[in-house]
């Protein structure tokens, strides 16, 4: 049968989806769609319903309107205030609609009957229909939604057609998917639909089922403990068993009014007892809040030591307990002194920046001495949490507060020296970044109301004394090293190592091992031969160990031989720590061809860095080894191309680059190189390499280069002096610019090292390279 064509009035439906058989109410308030209703009610009652587009059109046209929709006949119509109206109608046939003929003044539709399919003894027809009813059953009994009269008319449809509208109307679903069922013209394929539909529907319910069941268990598990705990409350009140409770509560009111807590404070720690006293000892937060309580207490909100401004005091603490360190000695006094004028001084933030073991900790411990501050430290090695600064909010489970918090509780003063250790080290993950934490933390004009997420309270830092450590800067954030006056601690030369070894690591090792100084002393060179034959290092941290091994095995050999005491010599030394690590004479002598000791700055001090070049017949390669960061590779690039450019000079063939083939190696290759230092050093050694020069073996040098041969300054002079010290070298080519850095080299180093200055290239080859001057034509 062909599908005919009709004409009547339209109404665009805004969220409803109405099926054929299925029967409907809803209101009507467009003056259009009123006048529609009327149009339809003097003729068949015949009206086209299909649903809008977009909801907030108002005045919608065929481009807005969805075009599969529904013939339905109007059944009733009430008449409600503010010229509304109420529609009962009754779905009869789908339609697509082909044309609005009428705009004005209401909308009339020219539509297209779809007539179902008919599937007359079709077994796929059939399974499907019969898969739909049993589904549809499964559905009812589990939404709980059907009647006995429902299940009885669903066994005597026959029609495929007829049953997916009967089940679509039925079941809820969201508009969208309601409009695909209704725009599936395939009576089959809108039974495959409405089939996954309900085995999805059906899943969704059997967890919605499952989830109810669980919380009306816990629900009538909490009502049932409930009522036992009051049931057990009154029992108690009827015993005199909750005095206890009381009695609890009173000592922690008794600890509040005796805290003397500021009036924020105080109100916040009340409120919180009033809290856990209308709560009952079984419950799991009152345990939380004993643990606040307790922390709120012990604060020290107003508790302060007096600083000790005596200048003279001060600086004899120092002085005894540090050899050396005059830069950190001299912040310490003049922080004092300031303070000691003004008496509103906010505490500086220090940075000590220095290789490991030159007692950066301790001397923070001996500045808290000095000001007569409470001591706490804090390491930050490894720390990636912000929750570790900033602590966690109460109400996440196992919940505590953040470092900080808990180092000014440990103090048990507003105003101690906190030391923040290893602050080079942090890290960070998903967490948050603590670095970004101790921001507030350092910023004298913002830790005044510091708070932790755990105490939720302001908390004023600025009277205390941050103090902080690190290796080195590369690795702190740039916003959190511009909050700090740093302070280099550089490596001690071997005087101050002897001076601290006799004075201080001496002292503490013997008192460790429980000795008298009259059983175990050490000869002058005794100590000398530990710093220089078997440690080399910036700090005395492997010196206090060499030392330890001496004790012991002197302790060892008083008891194994019935001596009485033993006073360490050089040869005790030998005797107990074995062959020499370390010879006086490190660098090696002799004076080679295209072999030249560079200096360099690490994390861990000053250290040499010899650089060999190789000149080999070839087509002009140009060879790099040793691990070598991009800023070494270019100062060798740049060395390579002045040497090009001035080849006449140095008695070298201008056309070395086509007939040579250059190798410069920096040895120990698996040690990662760079740093900007490193050009006049590859300049030498290249020049020394193509012109057959020997370089002196005592010399070593630092500078970089630029491509017209002028020298330019470098960083960490000092460091790089001891170590050139220590290895033995007699002359230091450094940068001109560099002289003023010498005031921090250590006169006792620079009485027997000759430093060069010098401003270009020229000046380095003419001091460097052996033979008497060199060529320049």
């Keep these: 049968m062909e599908n005919r064509i009709e004409k009547m009035p339209l109404i665009p439906l805004r969220g409803?989806?109405?099926?054929?058989?299925?029967?409907?109410?809803?209101?009507?308030?467009?003056?259009?769609?009123?006048?529609?209703?009327?149009?339809?009610?003097?003729?068949?009652?015949?009206?086209f319903l299909t649903s809008q587009k977009d909801a907030k059109v108002e005045d919608p046209e065929k481009s807005d309107i969805k075009e599969i929709g529904t013939v339905c006949n109007i059944k009733q119509i009430l008449k409600l205030p503010g010229n509304n109206v109420r529609v009962l109608v009754e779905g009869e046939e789908r339609a697509r609609l082909l044309e609005i003929t009428e705009n004005e003044p209401f909308?009339?539709?020219?539509?297209?009957?779809?007539?179902?399919?008919?599937?007359?003894?079709?077994?796929?027809?059939?399974?499907?229909m019969r898969a739909v009813k049993r589904t549809f059953k499964e559905y009812l009994k589990i939404s709980n939604g059907g009647s006995t009269d429902t299940l009885f008319t669903l066994d005597d449809i026959d029609e495929p057609g007829y049953l997916s509208?009967?089940?679509?109307?039925?079941?809820?679903?969201?508009?969208?998917?309601?409009?695909?069922?209704?725009?599936?013209?395939?009576?089959?394929?809108?039974?495959?639909?409405?089939?996954?539909?309900?085995?999805?529907?059906?899943?969704?319910?059997?967890?919605?089922k499952k989830i109810g069941l669980k919380v009306k268990n816990k629900i009538d598990k909490s009502q049932r403990e409930y009522f036992l705990r009051e049931q057990l409350k009154a029992i108690e009140e009827e015993l005199g068993e909750n005095e206890d409770d009381k009695k609890e509560i009173n000592e922690y009111k008794e600890k509040i009014e005796e805290a003397k807590l500021p009036k924020e404070i105080k109100e916040k720690a009340l409120y919180e007892l009033n809290r856990l006293s209308k709560m009952g000892n079984y419950s799991s937060e009152s345990g939380v809040i004993r643990t606040y309580l307790d922390l709120v207490i012990s604060l020290p909100w107003n508790k302060k030591t007096k600083d000790s401004l005596d200048i003279n005091k001060a600086r004899k603490i120092l002085e005894e307990e540090h050899y050396g360190l005059e830069d950190v000695k001299e912040r310490i006094i003049e922080y004092l002194a300031v303070k000691k004028i003004s008496k509103s001084l906010k505490g500086p933030i220090l940075c000590l920046v220095g290789p490991p073991g030159v007692g950066k900790t301790s001397i923070a411990r001996s500045i808290a001495k000095s000001v007569n501050r409470n001591f706490v430290r804090m390491s930050l090695g490894g720390v990636k949490d912000e929750a570790e600064i900033r602590g966690h909010r109460k109400t996440?489970?196992?919940?505590?507060?953040?470092?900080?918090?808990?180092?000014?509780?440990?103090?048990?003063?507003?105003?101690?020296?906190?030391?923040?250790?290893?602050?080079?080290?942090?890290?960070?993950?998903?967490?948050?970044?603590?670095?970004?934490?101790?921001?507030?933390?350092?910023?004298?004009?913002?830790?005044?109301?510091?708070?932790?997420?755990?105490?939720?309270?302001?908390?004023?830092?600025?009277?205390?004394?941050?103090?902080?450590?690190?290796?080195?800067?590369?690795?702190?954030?740039?916003?959190?090293?511009?909050?700090m006056e740093i302070i280099q601690v550089s490596g001690y030369t071997y005087e101050e190592k002897f001076n601290i070894a006799r004075n201080h690591l001496i002292p503490k090792q013997i008192a460790e091992h429980n000795m008298k100084d009259t059983k175990i002393s050490f000869s002058n060179s005794a100590i000398y031969s530990i710093i220089e034959n078997y440690t080399r290092e910036s700090g005395v941290r492997s010196l206090e160990r060499a030392i330890a091994t001496v004790i012991r095995k002197?302790?060892?050999?008083?008891?194994?031989?019935?001596?009485?005491?033993?006073?360490?010599?050089?040869?005790?030394?030998?005797?107990?720590?074995?062959?020499?690590i370390f010879t006086s004479d490190i660098i090696n002598k002799e004076d080679k061809?295209?072999?030249?000791?560079?200096?360099?700055?690490?994390?861990?001090?000053?250290?040499?860095?010899?650089?060999?070049?190789?000149?080999?017949?070839?087509?002009?390669?140009?060879?790099?080894?040793?691990q070598l960061g991009d800023v070494m590779k270019e100062s060798a690039q740049t060395g390579y191309s002045y040497i090009r450019a001035n080849a006449d000079k140095y008695n070298i063939s201008e056309k070395f680059y086509e007939t040579l083939?250059?190798?410069?190696?920096?040895?120990?290759?698996?040690?990662?190189?760079?740093?900007?230092?490193?050009?006049?050093?590859?300049?030498?050694?290249?020049?020394?390499?193509?012109?057959?020069?020997?370089?002196?073996?005592?010399?070593?040098?630092?500078?970089?280069?630029?491509?017209?041969?002028?020298?330019?300054?470098?960083?960490?002079?000092?460091?790089?002096?001891?170590?050139?010290?220590?290895?033995?070298?007699?002359?230091?080519?450094i940068p001109k610019a560099n002289e003023k850095d010498l005031k921090k080299v250590p006169k006792s180093i620079l009485s027997k090292i000759k430093i060069i200055p010098v401003e270009n290239v020229e000046d380095v080859l003419r001091h460097a390279l052996i033979e008497e001057n060199l060529n320049e034509n």
């Design 661 to 733: 083939d250059l190798h410069i190696h920096v040895p120990e290759g698996a040690v990662p190189k760079d740093g900007p230092s490193a050009g006049i050093t590859m300049i030498t050694a290249m020049v020394s390499a193509l012109s057959g020069k020997k370089v002196n073996s005592s010399i070593a040098m630092t500078g970089e280069v630029t491509l017209t041969g002028i020298v330019l300054p470098i960083g960490g002079l000092k460091e790089k002096t001891l170590a050139a010290f220590r290895a033995g070298i007699k002359t230091i080519i």
């Design 16 to 47: 409803l989806i109405i099926f054929p058989q299925m029967v409907l109410h809803f209101d009507v308030g467009r003056e259009k769609s009123l006048l529609a209703l009327d149009e339809a009610m003097l003729k068949e009652q015949k009206i």
């Design 396 to 483: 996440y489970v196992g919940a505590i507060p953040g470092r900080i918090i808990y180092g000014m509780n440990k103090a048990k003063s507003k105003n101690p020296l906190f030391l923040l250790d290893e602050i080079d080290k942090m890290s960070n993950d998903f967490r948050g970044d603590p670095a970004d934490a101790l921001l507030e933390v350092l910023d004298t004009e913002q830790n005044n109301t510091f708070r932790d997420h755990y105490l939720e309270l302001e908390f004023d830092l600025s009277s205390a004394m941050f103090v902080t450590t690190a290796n080195t800067l590369d690795t702190i954030p740039r916003p959190l090293l511009d909050r």
């Design 165 to 208: 509208d009967i089940v679509s109307g039925y079941i809820e679903l969201k508009e969208a998917v309601k409009q695909e069922i209704l725009e599936a013209i395939d009576v089959l394929d809108r039974l495959e639909k409405i089939l996954i539909i309900l085995k999805n529907e059906i899943e969704i319910l059997k967890v919605e």
């Design 593 to 626: 061809v295209g072999v030249v000791t560079g200096l360099a700055w690490t994390g861990y001090g000053g250290d040499t860095l010899p650089v060999e070049v190789a000149a080999m017949k070839g087509s002009g390669k140009f060879q790099l080894t040793g």
């Design 107 to 128: 909308l009339m539709a020219e539509v297209q009957i779809i007539e179902d399919a008919k599937y007359e003894d079709d077994k796929n027809c059939e399974a499907l």
């Design 554 to 580: 002197a302790i060892t050999d008083i008891v194994e031989n019935n001596k009485k005491s033993i006073h360490v010599s050089v040869n005790h030394v030998k005797k107990y720590l074995g062959i020499e």
